[in-house]
């Protein structure tokens, strides 16, 4: 049986990141919690449950804190999902199977609904050079030999990601899901603005199979 690491990055979700944990918990084998400095207890509360914590010195946002995850992560598949409990653990299993079948080097969660004109349109603009589906979704499933090697770089991970694993040749499917409604307000994403420039170059990159 392949072992299976969740990472979740985490700030200030003191309110909700037990709930998760509590979701998250019996599908995998590992929990690490990415506190990326937050100033509430999220980081102790993660502690107390049994979750692996690593608190980052300063907020250094998502892509950071996915990436110091991968990095601690001793599963053979990691899977990333947010700690506010949008995405429904439940999912786990699905997300997994094309990979334990040899199917993917990647599973997406496909969201029934994307929130932000600004996230569709960076996605269609990678699918311009190939199908990378939902390129923006915080659900997914990763070999974990694939996920160390990322270097992602970017203001978020919309587009950069998958297109980065598609040019190492890596397979990528997607599932749908459904997400869970939470009391969370939404802010603007001005960070999708630099994002913009980020995708740009991959756009009219070559890509060399490595894998």
Not at 8 to 25: D, F, G, M
Not at 152 to 172: F, M, Q
């Amino acid at each position: 049986m392949l072992k299976i690491t969740a990472v979740i990055p985490a700030y200030n979700e003191a309110s909700r990141i037990l709930h998760t944990l509590n979701q998250v918990e019996p599908y995998v084998d590992e929990i690490i919690v990415v506190d990326d400095a937050s100033t509430d207890s999220t980081a102790n509360l993660a502690k107390k449950y049994g979750a692996k914590v690593f608190t980052q010195t300063s907020n250094k946002g998502y892509i950071d804190a996915i990436k110091y995850g991968f990095r601690k992560a001793n599963g053979d598949i990691v899977i990333t999902l947010d700690a506010d409990g949008e995405f429904s653990a439940k999912e786990i299993p699905n997300l997994v199977k094309p990979i334990i079948d040899g199917r993917a080097d990647m599973v997406q969660g496909h969201r029934d609904s994307v929130p932000r004109p600004s996230e569709k349109f960076l996605t269609w603009l990678a699918q311009k050079k190939t199908d990378v589906g939902d390129s923006g979704t915080g659900l997914r499933a990763i070999r974990t030999n694939l996920a160390k090697s990322l270097e992602i770089n970017g203001a978020c991970i919309c587009g950069v990601l998958s297109l980065e694993v598609v040019s190492k040749g890596g397979r990528i499917v997607e599932i749908p899901i459904v997400l869970q409604q939470i009391n969370k307000p939404r802010k603007i994403a001005w960070f999708h603005l630099r994002q913009f420039f980020y995708l740009l170059p991959w756009i009219f990159k070559k890509f060399k199979k490595q894998i």
